[in-house]
């Protein structure tokens, strides 16, 4: 049997749900151009899913679509671009 070599291999603990519910509340964030955001793998939607290296990195918003948000994560010394779904992150909570 040849081994899987998938972008989900290995990430079972990573892109497993827990008992919490999420529900609509993604969708009540108006994010804007510059926003620190924290990406956060919803397992639920397999569309536009970040890869797993980049789960619980931060990032900031470059551009925001409808329903897509274009989000730059530095990776080591390089600029990654995501782009992905809203439920696929959260907004960076700063504490004044």
Same mark, same amino acid.
């Given at each position: 049997?040849?081994? %899987?070599?998938?972008?989900?291999?290995?990430?079972?603990?990573? &892109?497993?749900? +827990?008992?919490?519910?999420?529900?609509? %509340?993604?969708?009540?964030?108006?994010?804007?151009?510059? +926003?620190?955001?924290?990406? +956060?793998?919803?397992?639920?939607?397999?569309?536009?899913?970040?890869?797993?290296? $980049?789960?619980?990195?931060?990032?900031?918003?470059?551009?925001?679509?409808?329903?897509?948000?274009?989000? %730059?994560?530095?990776?080591?010394?390089?600029?990654?671009? &995501?782009?992905? $779904?809203?439920?696929?992150?959260?907004?960076?909570?700063?504490?004044?």
């Amino acid at each position: 049997m040849p081994r %899987s070599h998938g972008t989900r291999r290995k990430a079972r603990s990573i &892109l497993t749900k +827990d008992n919490v519910v999420r529900g609509i %509340s993604y969708l009540l964030h108006d994010y804007k151009v510059g +926003d620190k955001v924290i990406i +956060d793998v919803d397992p639920r939607e397999q569309t536009t899913t970040p890869h797993r290296r $980049f789960h619980g990195r931060i990032g900031v918003v470059k551009e925001v679509g409808r329903r897509t948000l274009k989000v %730059s994560v530095m990776f080591g010394d390089k600029e990654k671009i &995501l782009q992905t $779904f809203l439920n696929h992150v959260r907004p960076l909570a700063v504490e004044a």
